[in-house]
C-alpha cells in the first residue's frame, strides 16, 4: 500500500511527523519568530521568583502587615499624661493677684495621668497581634495566588506552541493532500468537491493558527505583567507539557488545606481576633483610674502640694452588654465564615481534583490509545484514496479526527496542570514543580 509523503520526507508517518520527530528519531520544532533558535526553555522557577519579586501585590500585603505589627505596641502603651495650669486670686480676677498675702491666692501646675485596670492594654494588645497575624496571612495568600497564576500562564503558553505546532505539521500533510486531490483531480479520478474540501481544511487550519497565535501572545503579556515588564517583552518558549501523577489524595489534599490554606487561616484569625475583643469588651466592666500630682506657688507663704487618685466608675454598663452582646455575636458569625470557608475549600479542592485526575487519565489514553489507532486508520485510507480504494471524503474525516484528538490531547494536559495549580494556591502544597 502506498502511502502519501507526508512533509518533507516520504518516508515520515504521520504519527511520527505530529510527533515533530524526523526518521533519525531527532526533534524538529517548527521555526518561531519569537524564540532565538537554540534559546534554552523558559524556565518555571525562574519566573515565578521574578514575579514574587517584581509584582506590587505581595509587596502591597507585606507593607500592610509591617504596619499591623506597629499596633500591638500603640494599644499596650499609656495614654498621654495631661498637663494643667491654673491660677486663684485674690481681691482681682488677673493673676498674682494677693499672691504672698491671701492664703488663697496661688499659681499652679498639675500632671495627671490616666490609668487603665490592670489587663486591660496587655487584652487590646493581643487584639491587634492576632490582627496582625490575620495580614501575615494575606501576605501567603498573595505569594501563592502570584505563584498560581504564573503557572496558569506559562502552561497556557506552553499549550499554546505546542497546538500552533500540531497545526502547522497537519498544515503540512493537508497540504499534500491538496496536491493529491489537485493531480487526481485532473486526470479525472477524482471530484472538484475533493479539491474544495481540502482547500477549505486548510483555510481552517489558517484561522485555528490565527486564534493560538491571539492566545500566545495573550498568555505571554500576561507574565509581562505579572513580572512588571514591558508588554512586549520577548518571553520565551516553556518547557512542553506532559502527563503528571499527583504526588496526594483528595483526602490528605483536604487535610493540608485545614491546616495550611492561607485563606482558612486567616479566618480563623480573624475568629481568633474578635475572641480577643470580646474579652477586652468584658474587662470595660472594670473601672479605670487616674493619678494626678500638682504644686501650687503661694508666693512668700509656704508652697503647697496636691495629690489626687480617681477612680472611673463604669455605671453605664447597659451600653457595655451590649458592646459584649455584638462582639459576641460578631465572634459566632466569624466561627460559622471559618467552617464555611472550610467546606467551600473542600469543594473546590474536590473538583479540581477530578479534574486533574481525570484530564490525566485522559490525556494518557489519548497518547497511548486513541491517537495511534486514528493515525493509522488516516495513513490506511490515504493509502486506499491513491489507489481509488476510498473516497477524499473518508481521507478528509480521518485527518480531522487525527487533528481533534491531538488538540484534545492538549487541551486535557492543560487542564490538568491548571487543576493542579489551583489546588496547590488552596493547600500550600507544591504539586507542579
Do not use: W
Not at 500592610?64 to 498637663?83: G, I, K, S, T
Amino acid at each position: 500500500m502506498a502511502v502519501i509523503g507526508l512533509g518533507c520526507d516520504p518516508s515520515l508517518t504521520h504519527a511520527q511527523h505530529a510527533a515533530g520527530h524526523v526518521p533519525g528519531g531527532h526533534p524538529q520544532a517548527p521555526a518561531d519568530a519569537g524564540v532565538p533558535p537554540g534559546a534554552a526553555p523558559l524556565a518555571l522557577p525562574d519566573l515565578i521568583e521574578a514575579a514574587l519579586r517584581a509584582h506590587p501585590e505581595v509587596a502591597a500585603a507585606e507593607a500592610r502587615y509591617a504596619a499591623a505589627l506597629e499596633r500591638p505596641a500603640q494599644e499596650h502603651a499609656l495614654p498621654d499624661p495631661m498637663v494643667s495650669t491654673s491660677y486663684t486670686s485674690a481681691g482681682a480676677p488677673y493673676p498674682g493677684a494677693g499672691l504672698g498675702q491671701d492664703p488663697n491666692a496661688s499659681l499652679g501646675v498639675m500632671l495627671t495621668q490616666a490609668i487603665p485596670y490592670p489587663g486591660k492594654r496587655a487584652l487590646r494588645a493581643e487584639v491587634m497581634r492576632r490582627e496582625a497575624e490575620a495580614e501575615r496571612r494575606q501576605v501567603d495568600a498573595a505569594r501563592l495566588s502570584i505563584i498560581a497564576r504564573v503557572k496558569q500562564a506559562y502552561f497556557r503558553l506552553a499549550a499554546a506552541y505546542h497546538l500552533d505546532e500540531l497545526l502547522q505539521v497537519n498544515g503540512e500533510v493537508l497540504a499534500t493532500l491538496v496536491k493529491v486531490s489537485e493531480s487526481r483531480y485532473a486526470v479525472g479520478h477524482a471530484a472538484q468537491q475533493d479539491v474544495l474540501r481540502a482547500q477549505t481544511q486548510s483555510s481552517l487550519i489558517a484561522v485555528q493558527r490565527e486564534r493560538v497565535a491571539r492566545e500566545r501572545r495573550t498568555r505571554e503579556g500576561e507574565l509581562n505583567a505579572l513580572m512588571r515588564r514591558a508588554p512586549g517583552a520577548p518571553v520565551g518558549r516553556p518547557v512542553a507539557l506532559a502527563p503528571m501523577t499527583l504526588d496526594l489524595g483528595l483526602e490528605a489534599l483536604v487535610d493540608r488545606a485545614g491546616i495550611a490554606s492561607p485563606l482558612l487561616l486567616r479566618e480563623q484569625s480573624m475568629a481568633s481576633r474578635t475572641e480577643a475583643a470580646v474579652d477586652v469588651a468584658r474587662r470595660d466592666f472594670t473601672p479605670d483610674f487616674a493619678l494626678s500630682a500638682g504644686y501650687n506657688y503661694m508666693g512668700r507663704m509656704p508652697d503647697m502640694f496636691e495629690v489626687r487618685f480617681d477612680v472611673i466608675v463604669p455605671f453605664q454598663r447597659a451600653r457595655r452588654r451590649a458592646v459584649v452582646a455584638e462582639r459576641q455575636l460578631t465572634l459566632d458569625a466569624e466561627r460559622r465564615t471559618v467552617e464555611a470557608t472550610r467546606l467551600a475549600l473542600q469543594h473546590r479542592i474536590q473538583e479540581d481534583y477530578q479534574m486533574a485526575t481525570t484530564a490525566g487519565q485522559l490525556a494518557t489514553l489519548y497518547r497511548d490509545a486513541v491517537l495511534p489507532q486514528a493515525r493509522l486508520a488516516l495513513e490506511s485510507s490515504i493509502g486506499s484514496y491513491q489507489t481509488g480504494g476510498v473516497d477524499f471524503l473518508s481521507v478528509l474525516t480521518n485527518f480531522g479526527s487525527v487533528l481533534e484528538f491531538e488538540m484534545s490531547y492538549v487541551e486535557q494536559l492543560t487542564e490538568q496542570h491548571v487543576a493542579a495549580s489551583r489546588l496547590e494556591e488552596m493547600t500550600a502544597v507544591t504539586l507542579v514543580p
